[in-house]
C-alpha cells in the first residue's frame, strides 16, 4: 500500500490504471478510521480493481467554533486498517496541497442543503462538494462509496453528480452500529464513558420510532414529540434537531405515507453526533 501526498503523483497514478483499464474505487474520509470505514472499502473492493482511501481533515467544511482543530488524526492507524482491507494507495494531502494560497473556487448545492445539517452547519455542504468535486479530479474514480449516516451528504453529492454530468457512480453502504447500536464515527472516541452510555439513547429513540410506525402511528407530530423528549431526557444531550423528511426532496413529512428519513443532530458534551434512519410502514430495522 502507498502513501501519496501530492496531487499530481496520485493524478499520474490514476492515469496509469486508467491505462490499463483498471477500475479504480474511491473511499473519501476524513481519518480516523474504524471498522465502519473499512466495510466503505470492502464495498468499493466489490466494485473496483483497485481502491484508493483518502484521508483528509477538509477544513471547509468545519464551521466557526467546530472541532477542525480537535478532530482526531492518526495516519499510521488510518493506513494499518486501510491495509487490513487491501487499500492500494491512501492519498493523504496537506490543507495548503488542496487549498493553496490564492484558492477560491467553490461548488454548491443549493436546495437540499438548506434544511438539517446544512442549517445547523451554514456553509458545512459547500466544502464537502468543494473537496469531493477536487477529489473526483484528483482521484478519477469509476465508483465511489459513501455510508448512509451522512444521509444528507450522500443526497447531496448524488445531486451533485447528477447534475454536472460527473463520470462517477456513487455507491452507498448502511450505518454500521456498534454491538450496543451506536452509529460508528470517528467522533465516538472524544466521549467519556457516560457521554458514550447516554448516546445509546439516539438508537434507541430511532427504533422506537419504528415501533411507533409499525403500530399504526402515522402522525409526524406525534412521532417526533416522543423521539425528542426520549433524547433530551438524556443528561448533557442537546438536540441540534430531529426532523422527518422526505429522502429525496427534503421536504418535511406530516405523515408517514412513504419513505420518511427521521433524521438527528445531537450534541452531548463537546461531541456532535448524527444518526438517522429511513421509516415507512413496512419497517427496515435500524
Ligand atoms: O463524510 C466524510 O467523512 C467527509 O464529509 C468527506 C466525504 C470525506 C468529505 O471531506
Given at each position: 500500500?502507498?502513501?501519496?501526498?501530492?496531487?499530481?503523483?496520485?493524478?499520474?497514478?490514476?492515469?496509469?490504471?486508467?491505462?490499463?483499464?483498471?477500475?479504480?474505487?474511491?473511499?473519501?474520509?476524513?481519518?480516523?478510521?474504524?471498522?465502519?470505514?473499512?466495510?466503505?472499502?470492502?464495498?468499493?473492493?466489490?466494485?473496483?480493481?483497485?481502491?484508493?482511501?483518502?484521508?483528509?481533515?477538509?477544513?471547509?467544511?468545519?464551521?466557526?467554533?467546530?472541532?477542525?482543530?480537535?478532530?482526531?488524526?492518526?495516519?499510521?492507524?488510518?493506513?494499518?486498517?486501510?491495509?487490513?482491507?487491501?487499500?492500494?494507495?491512501?492519498?493523504?494531502?496537506?490543507?495548503?496541497?488542496?487549498?493553496?494560497?490564492?484558492?477560491?473556487?467553490?461548488?454548491?448545492?443549493?436546495?437540499?442543503?438548506?434544511?438539517?445539517?446544512?442549517?445547523?452547519?451554514?456553509?458545512?455542504?459547500?466544502?464537502?462538494?468543494?473537496?469531493?468535486?477536487?477529489?473526483?479530479?484528483?482521484?478519477?474514480?469509476?465508483i465511489a462509496v459513501f455510508g448512509e449516516k451522512d444521509f444528507q451528504q450522500l443526497a447531496v453529492v448524488r445531486r451533485?453528480?447528477?447534475?454536472?454530468?460527473?463520470?462517477?457512480?456513487?455507491?452507498?453502504?448502511?450505518?454500521?452500529?456498534e454491538t450496543d447500536g451506536l452509529a460508528m464515527s470517528s467522533r465516538n472516541t472524544l466521549l467519556t464513558p457516560e457521554?458514550?452510555?447516554?448516546?445509546?439513547?439516539?438508537?434507541?429513540?430511532?427504533?422506537?420510532?419504528?415501533?411507533?410506525?409499525?403500530?399504526?402511528v402515522r402522525s409526524a407530530e406525534e412521532i417526533l414529540d416522543r423521539v425528542r423528549s426520549r433524547v433530551s431526557a438524556?443528561?448533557?444531550?442537546?438536540?441540534?434537531?430531529?426532523?422527518?423528511?422526505?429522502?429525496?426532496?427534503?421536504?418535511?413529512?406530516?405523515?408517514?405515507?412513504?419513505?420518511?428519513?427521521?433524521?438527528?443532530?445531537?450534541?452531548?458534551?463537546?461531541?456532535?453526533?448524527?444518526?438517522?434512519?429511513?421509516?415507512?410502514?413496512?419497517?427496515?430495522?435500524?
Amino acid at each position: 500500500m502507498r502513501i501519496i501526498e501530492s496531487i499530481t503523483e496520485m493524478q499520474q497514478q490514476a492515469d496509469a490504471w486508467r491505462r490499463e483499464e483498471k477500475r479504480i474505487g474511491l473511499v473519501p474520509t476524513l481519518g480516523y478510521l474504524h471498522a465502519g470505514h473499512q466495510k466503505l472499502m470492502e464495498a468499493a473492493r466489490k466494485h473496483a480493481d483497485v481502491v484508493v482511501m483518502s484521508v483528509f481533515v477538509n477544513p471547509t467544511q468545519f464551521v466557526q467554533g467546530e472541532d477542525f482543530e480537535l478532530y482526531p488524526r492518526d495516519l499510521d492507524h488510518d493506513a494499518r486498517l486501510g491495509n487490513e482491507v487491501g487499500v492500494d494507495v491512501i492519498f493523504a494531502p496537506q490543507v495548503a496541497e488542496m487549498y493553496p494560497d490564492g484558492y477560491q473556487t467553490h461548488v454548491e448545492v443549493t436546495r437540499i442543503t438548506l434544511p438539517l445539517c446544512g442549517r445547523h452547519r451554514p456553509g458545512h455542504f459547500r466544502g464537502v462538494t468543494t473537496v469531493v468535486t477536487k477529489l473526483f479530479n484528483i482521484v478519477k474514480p469509476h465508483i465511489a462509496v459513501f455510508g448512509e449516516k451522512d444521509f444528507q451528504q450522500l443526497a447531496v453529492v448524488r445531486r451533485m453528480v447528477r447534475d454536472l454530468s460527473m463520470d462517477v457512480k456513487i455507491l452507498s453502504h448502511p450505518i454500521v452500529r456498534e454491538t450496543d447500536g451506536l452509529a460508528m464515527s470517528s467522533r465516538n472516541t472524544l466521549l467519556t464513558p457516560e457521554e458514550r452510555e447516554q448516546a445509546l439513547l439516539i438508537n434507541r429513540s430511532l427504533r422506537e420510532a419504528q415501533a411507533l410506525v409499525a403500530g399504526g402511528v402515522r402522525s409526524a407530530e406525534e412521532i417526533l414529540d416522543r423521539v425528542r423528549s426520549r433524547v433530551s431526557a438524556g443528561k448533557g444531550m442537546n438536540v441540534d434537531y430531529i426532523e422527518l423528511r422526505d429522502p429525496e426532496s427534503f421536504e418535511e413529512v406530516a405523515r408517514i405515507s412513504g419513505p420518511a428519513l427521521l433524521a438527528m443532530a445531537v450534541r452531548i458534551g463537546k461531541t456532535r453526533l448524527i444518526d438517522n434512519c429511513v421509516l415507512q410502514a413496512a419497517v427496515e430495522s435500524p
